[in-house]
């Protein structure tokens, strides 16, 4: 691991301390979990707008797929 420096307002400093897990675990381990959730939630986000960007009502999800049979090729017995 890496350390690495973080600037904390004292009010929000204090709450942090004034927490069970945190007083359990430890500031860093806490922050490290905060962190992973943050960009897991972030990922997520990122994705479901390149969903909603792809798939948008001005596409027609058929159209995309009107070729898809010519695409596939059984082989032969």
């Known amino acids: ?3 690495i ?6 009010a ?3 709450r942090l301390d004034a927490d069970q897990e945190v007083r359990t675990l430890g500031r860093s381990a806490v922050l490290r979990r905060a962190t992973a959730e943050y960009l897991r939630k972030r ?6 707008e390149a969903y909603r960007r792809a798939y948008a009502k001005d596409r027609n999800p058929d159209e995309d797929l009107r070729s898809w049979p010519d695409e596939g ?3 032969e017995r």
């Open 1 to 3: 691991m890496k350390p």
């Open 5 to 10: 420096q973080v600037l904390f307002d004292e």
């Open 12 to 14: 929000l400093l204090r």
């Open 43 to 48: 990922r997520a986000r990122t994705t479901a």
């Open 73 to 75: 090729v059984w082989p």
